[in-house]
C-alpha cells in the first residue's frame, strides 16, 4: 500500500512537505469549473442567457452531487460500485409526487412559507423512505457480494431493474406531472437574466448538504473515521472501530442524499418518469469518474462540471449534450487517468 | 474431426452432450418439424442470440469484464445492413457493405472505450459502457433522417432471401422451400461457425491469458502480461461477435429500430442467458438462450392467461401480468447470481464429474 500511495501525485507532494506531511490543496479542479464557465462565455453570447445557464447548470450541478456523494463514499469506504443507486432516486421522485399530492392545499397555496413546508415534508419523507429502503437493499443485496465486484455489478444491476418495475407497480408505467409549489412558480430576475426560483432551490438545499456533509466528514469522529476507512480500511479496523457499521451508516446516510436529489430533481424536472433511476444513475456515474472514485470533493466538482457542460451544450448544440459529458469524461481522463483528486490509498 | 472442430473442449459431461446435440439438431431442422411462422421465428431468434450471448460470454465469462454496450454493438452490426439496404438499395453488395461497415465502426468504437476505461481501473468499465451505451440509445433514436428515429427501419433484404422467392413449387416434409428457409439457413450455418470460431478463440492461448486476468489480473500482470491490452483485444473481439449477431437478426427480421437491437432490456437478457447458460463456458450460451426465448416467446403468454385468471385479486393479477415481465427477469437474475453462479453446464459438468468420480 505505502509504495502504491508513494507513486500518485498527491501523496509525492505530501512527502516533500517536511516533517509534518500535509497535502496541500490543489486548486487547478476548481479553476477549471470557473474556466469552463468563462470559455462558454462567448459562445453563448448574450450575458443574461449567460448568467441564467450558469445558475441552472450550477444548481443542477448541486442536485448532482446530492444523488452521488452517497455513491462515491460508499464506494470508497467499501469498495462497493452500486449500480443501484437509481432505485433511490426513482423513489425519492416519486415520493415527492405522493407528498405533494397529499398536501395539495399547502403546496397550492400562493403562501411561500407553507410551500416550503410542503416541500420540506416531501424531502423528509424521501429521504427516511430512501433511506429504509437503501438499509434493506444492502442487507439483502449487496451484503452476500461483499468483495467481489463482478457479483457486485451484477446484483446491484438487478436490484435497480427490480426497483424500476415495483416502481412502475406502485405508481404506474406512465410519467407523472409535478406541478412546482404556487410561491415558487417563475423565476427571480437579475437585470435582464431570469433564474428559475425552483433552481435557487436547489443551489439553497445543495449548499447546505455540501456544508453539512463537509461539516459531518471534517469535524467529526464519524467523519474522521469515515476518512481514515477511505484511505485504509483494514488499519481502522485493526484499530478496533466496526468499519462494517459505519458502513451501513453510510450507505443509508447516501440513500437518503439520493432519496433527496431525486426529490430536487424531480421539481426541477417537473416530471417523473420510472426510468428516470437508471437516467440519473448514468450522469452520477460519469460524475464520479470524473471526480475520482471515492473522493467527496472531486465529486463535488465533477458534479459541477458536468452541471455546467451540460446545461451549455444543451443550448448551444441539444443534440450533443449526452455526448458533451462522456467527452468531458474522457478529456479529464486523459490528463489525470484516476479522476480529478484521486484517493491515494487505491 | 468433431474433437478438432470443437478446439478440444468438449461438453465433459454425457447429459451436455445430449442437450448440445438435441439443440443442434432440432435448430437444424426445425423448419420441416414444427409448422408455422412463429415457430420459425423463435427459432431464428434463438440461433442471433446463441451468437450474441456467446460473444458476450467471451468477455464477461473469460475475461471477467463486465460490459453494458454489448447491445449497442448488436445493434451497429443491425444498423449497418438496414441502414445500407435503404440507401443502396436491396442485394448482396448492400448486406456486405453494411456488414463491413458495422464491423469497422464497432471495433474502433470497442477499441477506444477499452482503451480509455481498462486504462486505469477495469472497474471503470462498466460504467462508461453504461453511460457510452445510453447516449448511443439516445443518438440512434434522435438521428432519425438516418435511423429512422423511434420508428426504425423496414427495408428489403437480398431478392434469393425475400419469402416470395420459392425455390421449389411444391412443399418439402411440409415446409416450403423459399427464400425465409434459406434465410433460416444461413443464419443457422453463420451461427454454427461463428461459435466454433469463438470456442477456438477460448481455447487458444490467447483464451487462456483472459483466463488468467479473470482469475488474478495483478498476477496475470506480474507474469508478464499487458492486461489492457489482453482486455482491450478482448472487448474489440467481443464487439465484433456482437456486431455480426446484429447483422443476422437484420437480415431475419428486414427491419431494425432501437427496441429491437439497443434496449436495455435485451442487455438484461444477454446478462441472464449468460449467468443461467453458465458463465465462462461457451456451451452456456447456446443452453441458456433456448431456454430464455421459449420461456420469453411461450412463457409470457401463459402470464397473460394467469393473471387473466386471477383478474379479481388485486396485487395478484398485477404481479402476473405480463407488462410485469421484466420484474420476474430481474428477481431471476439475482437469484441465479446468488445460488446458481456456475448455471447449467456449470452444474452438469459437475454432476459429471460425481458420477465418475473424479
Known amino acids: ?346 | 474431426m468433431l474433437d478438432r472442430l470443437l478446439s478440444h473442449d468438449r461438453p465433459r459431461s454425457v447429459w451436455l452432450a445430449a442437450l448440445l446435440a438435441v439443440i443442434v439438431v432440432g435448430l437444424a431442422f426445425t423448419p420441416f418439424l414444427v409448422s408455422g411462422t412463429k415457430a420459425l421465428d423463435v427459432a431464428a431468434k434463438i440461433v442471433v442470440f446463441i451468437v450474441l450471448v456467446a460473444s458476450f460470454d467471451l468477455l464477461l465469462g473469460y475475461t471477467g469484464i463486465v460490459s453494458f454496450a454489448h447491445t449497442m454493438f448488436f445493434g451497429i452490426g443491425a444498423y449497418g445492413i438496414a441502414i445500407a439496404s435503404t440507401s443502396m438499395g436491396p442485394g448482396w453488395a448492400a448486406v456486405a457493405v453494411g456488414a463491413l461497415c458495422a464491423l469497422v465502426v464497432s471495433g474502433v468504437l470497442a477499441f477506444v472505450i477499452g482503451l480509455f476505461s481498462l486504462r486505469v481501473r477495469a472497474i471503470f468499465f462498466a460504467m462508461i459502457t453504461l453511460a457510452v451505451a445510453s447516449a448511443f440509445l439516445t443518438l440512434a433514436s434522435q438521428l432519425s433522417d438516418l435511423t429512422g428515429g423511434e420508428d426504425g427501419l423496414t427495408f428489403k433484404v437480398p431478392e434469393a432471401l425475400q419469402p416470395g422467392t420459392q425455390y421449389v413449387e411444391n412443399p418439402v416434409l411440409g415446409a416450403s422451400i423459399d427464400g425465409r428457409l434459406l434465410t433460416y439457413y444461413v443464419l443457422f450455418v453463420a451461427a454454427v461457425v461463428l461459435v466454433l470460431a469463438m470456442l477456438r478463440i477460448v481455447n487458444s492461448p490467447f483464451g487462456r491469458v483472459l483466463q488468467a486476468i479473470r482469475e488474478n489480473d495483478f498476477r496475470a500482470e506480474a507474469i508478464g502480461y499487458r492486461t489492457v491490452v489482453y482486455r482491450t483485444l478482448s472487448n474489440v473481439l467481443s464487439a465484433l461477435f456482437a456486431t455480426l449477431a446484429g447483422c443476422l437478426l437484420a437480415l431475419w427480421l428486414r427491419y431494425n429500430g432501437p427496441a429491437t437491437t439497443l434496449s436495455f432490456e435485451i442487455m438484461l437478457d444477454v446478462l441472464l442467458i449468460v449467468v443461467i447458460g453458465g458463465m465462462g463456458t461457451i456451451y452456456g450460451a447456446v443452453v441458456g438462450s433456448v431456454l430464455l426465448v421459449l420461456a420469453q416467446s411461450y412463457l409470457q403468454d401463459l402470464m397473460k392467461l394467469a393473471s387473466g385468471a386471477v383478474a379479481n385479486v388485486p396485487v395478484l393479477s398485477q404481479i402476473l401480468s405480463p407488462d410485469r415481465w421484466l420484474l420476474w427477469l430481474g428477481i431471476l437474475f439475482v437469484l441465479s447470481v446468488y445460488y446458481f453462479p456456475t448455471g447449467v453446464v456449470g452444474r452438469l459438468r459437475s454432476a459429471g464429474l460425481r458420477a465418475t468420480g473424479r
Open chain 1, 1 to 346: 500500500m505505502g509504495t502504491a500511495a508513494a507513486t500518485t501525485p498527491a501523496a509525492a507532494a505530501d512527502a516533500g512537505a517536511g516533517a509534518i506531511p500535509k497535502s496541500r490543496f490543489d486548486a487547478i479542479p476548481l479553476l477549471l469549473v470557473a474556466a469552463v464557465a468563462l470559455v462558454a462565455w462567448p459562445f453563448v453570447g448574450s450575458t443574461s442567457t449567460w448568467l441564467t445557464l450558469t445558475v441552472a447548470g450550477l444548481s443542477i450541478g448541486m442536485v448532482i452531487f446530492i444523488t452521488a456523494s452517497g455513491l462515491t463514499l460508499v464506494f470508497g469506504l467499501m469498495d462497493v460500485l452500486n449500480f443501484g443507486h437509481g432505485t433511490f432516486i426513482a423513489i425519492g421522485a416519486f415520493i415527492a409526487t405522493t407528498v405533494f399530492a397529499a398536501m395539495s392545499d399547502w403546496s397550492a397555496s400562493p403562501d411561500l412559507v407553507r410551500n416550503l413546508i410542503a416541500v420540506a415534508c416531501a424531502m423528509a419523507v424521501a429521504m427516511a423512505l430512501a433511506g429504509a429502503i437503501g438499509w434493506a437493499f444492502e442487507r439483502v443485496l449487496v451484503r452476500p457480494v461483499y468483495g467481489q465486484h463482478l457479483k457486485q455489478i451484477l446484483v446491484t444491476m438487478g436490484g435497480l431493474i427490480i426497483g424500476e418495475e415495483i416502481i412502475k407497480m406502485i405508481w404506474g408505467p406512465a410519467q407523472i406531472p409535478l406541478p412546482p409549489p404556487e410561491a415558487l412558480k417563475g423565476s427571480l430576475f437579475f437585470g435582464n437574466a431570469n433564474v428559475d426560483k425552483l433552481r435557487v432551490l436547489g443551489v439553497v438545499v445543495g449548499a447546505i448538504v455540501l456544508v453539512a456533509l463537509l461539516w459531518a466528514l471534517n469535524r467529526t469522529k464519524i467523519g474522521l473515521l469515515i476518512r481514515a476507512g477511505v484511505q485504509d480500511v483494514e488499519m481502522v479496523e485493526s484499530l478496533g472501530y466496526r468499519i462494517r457499521r459505519l458502513f451501513v451508516g453510510v450507505f443509508v446516510a447516501g440513500s437518503a442524499l439520493a432519496g433527496l436529489g431525486g426529490c430536487l430533481w424531480a421539481m426541477i424536472r417537473q416530471i417523473v418518469v420510472p426510468q428516470i433511476g437508471g437516467e440519473v444513475n448514468v450522469l452520477i456515474f460519469i460524475v464520479i469518474i470524473i471526480g475520482g472514485l471515492g473522493s467527496t470533493l472531486g465529486c463535488f466538482v465533477g458534479a459541477l462540471l458536468v452541471g455546467l457542460m451540460t446545461n451549455y451544450t444543451g443550448f448551444l448544440a441539444p443534440k450533443a449534450a449526452m455526448f458533451s459529458s462522456i467527452g468531458l469524461m474522457v478529456a479529464i481522463l486523459l490528463w489525470r487517468p484516476q479522476g480529478l483528486y484521486p484517493v491515494s490509498s487505491r
